[in-house]
């Protein structure tokens, strides 16, 4: 069974950071794609960033770009999301998730999904 456990979410001011892990345990194979996507109450779920086992590739979508780092170790089975210059409409539920087949884009990644961990970045 293929689990993605995420923590790291918290209260934050605007301006400041937060890094998200997320912990990938009973995948059968090296061959997926693994990232964050979230979802603000009322608002329609957004690919953030993700990270692809089959080319070392990162995707950001446009409003984190320089401002987020998708990062793994795969000694630990871990993708941490390091999240600076946090804004106020980062505010969401933050959710990993991965996908066994390649990407060329950022996007919600539909194979599997954590239970999701809420950040929240006050003004």
């Known amino acids: 069974q293929m689990q993605l456990v995420e923590s790291g979410g918290g209260l934050v001011q605007s301006g400041g950071s937060l890094t998200l892990s997320c912990i990938a345990s009973?995948?059968?194979?090296?061959?997926?794609?693994i990232g964050w996507f979230r979802q603000a109450p009322g608002k329609e779920r957004e690919g953030v960033s993700c990270?692809?086992?089959?080319?070392?590739?990162?995707f950001h979508t446009d409003s984190v770009k320089g401002r987020f780092t998708i990062s793994r170790d795969n000694a630990k089975n871990t993708v941490y999301l390091k999240m600076n210059n946090l804004k106020p409409e980062d505010t969401a539920v933050y959710y990993c998730?991965?996908?066994?087949?390649?990407?060329?884009?950022?996007?919600?990644?539909?194979?599997?999904w954590g239970q999701g961990t809420q950040v929240t970045v006050s003004s």
């Open positions: 998730n991965a996908d066994s087949q390649p990407v060329t884009g950022v996007g919600v990644l539909i194979d599997y």
């Open positions: 009973g995948f059968t194979s090296d061959a997926f794609v």
């Open positions: 990270v692809s086992n089959y080319d070392d590739n990162t």
